[in-house]
């Protein structure tokens, strides 16, 4: 197995850490850490739906997704008047992968808004922020006292996500930025708990990858998505939907 920059397996995640309650005005919040990469994840209730919704019997879990002006470098501008194209992509993703997993008719007529914002990026931050996204999620619907939904009725399953790619034509997990730079292919891979697949985005950067390779960066994930499923069950604990 061949090593990485930071002295990885292929085949290894780099160091997970989940800090549950991290913000105390929120329902439900989350401190992800992905390596060097950090998110915080907050999940905020409001006793309404969007117009659209009202009046049919069911919830909404939305997300908003947003890098700090110093989360990189160069500073990352903030989004004052329009949001960019990249943020507008990631956070629909992230309320997607949410909403997989969520029955909306079970959460009753409220909405969930989870915030995902990047404190330092280095690669995988939008997985990252789907990962931690779910845990806050879970936290804030428990949160609810009234007319509280039953939380294991609410959730159908987990979901976390993870990338993948080839850089040097090896299948390499969960990509720091220098190796996300690097890839000849890079793929992002939503599943839950249940090993069901959510959405996956797979690109060839200026290279094509094989119908084989493609297998390989796919299990590689699954294993990758099951090892953050651990995580997350071991970080909410007794809160872990269905416990």
Known sequence: MSQRID???????????????????APGS?????????????????????????????GWVTAEYNMLPGSTSPRKPRDRAKVDGRTTEIQRLIGRSLRAVVDLEALGERSITVDCDVIRADGGTRTASITGAFVALVDAVRSI???????????????????????????RLDLNYHEDAAAEVDMNVVMTGGDRFVE?????????????????????ATAGVARLTELQRESLGPHWPGA
Do not use: Y
């Open 200 to 220: 996956v985005q797979g690109t060839g950067e200026e290279a094509t990858f094989s119908a084989t390779e493609l297998q390989q960066l796919v299990a590689a």
């Open 145 to 171: 006292d009234i007319d509280p939904p039953d939380p294991s009725r609410v959730f159908r399953d987990s979901v976390a996500a993870v990338s993948v790619g080839l850089v040097d034509r090896r299948v």
């Open 30 to 58: 989350v401190m992800i850490h992905a390596g060097q990469t950090m998110v915080l994840c907050t999940a905020s209730v409001a006793a309404d739906v969007p117009p659209w919704l009202a009046g049919r019997g069911k």
């Open 7 to 25: 002295g990885r397996p292929d085949d290894q995640l780099r160091p997970i850490k989940i800090e549950r309650g991290f913000a105390s005005n």
